[in-house]
Nanobody, 123 residues
Framework: QVHVVESGGGLVQPGGSLRLSCTAS????????MGWHRQAPGGQRKLIAK???????TYADSNKGRFTISRDIGSKTVYLQMTNLEPEDTGVYYC?????????????????WGQGTQVTVSS
């Protein structure tokens, strides 16, 4: 069993900052990558940023320079520091963890999602 839990969302004024956290736990052999995705009202879930097992990062063009993804390997936690927030950043932020498990001598790989955390940018 693997659990992915996000936290840190909330209401913030335009220009403000928020820091999201996401922790993966359970029967995890290794993590390939973790990432953050946003689903705006009425929209599709889109990649915001991801970080691989070797620390390489990828960002969506819309938030380059404003958002920073980082991780704590030991606690299997990934962070998203968001600055200079805009109303367009409003949405539910989901974390995913690309997990390798070992069970009964067999390796398996699967992507797990958290339940999401709401971020609202409004004055």
């Amino acid at each position: 069993q693997v659990h992915v839990v996000e936290s840190g969302g909330g209401l913030v004024q335009p220009g403000g900052s928020l820091r999201l956290s996401c922790t993966a736990s359970g029967s995890i052999r290794s993590l390939n990558h973790m990432g953050w995705h946003r689903q705006a009202p009425g929209g599709q879930r889109k990649l915001i940023a991801k970080i691989t097992s070797d620390g390489s990062t990828t960002y969506a063009d819309s938030n380059k320079g404003r958002f920073t993804i980082s991780r704590d390997i030991g606690s299997k936690t990934v962070y998203l520091q968001m600055t200079n927030l805009e109303p367009e950043d409003t949405g539910v932020y989901y974390c995913n963890a690309d997990v390798v498990r070992l069970s009964a001598g067999t390796y398996s790989r699967r992507n797990y999602w958290g339940q999401g955390t709401q971020v609202t940018v409004s004055s």
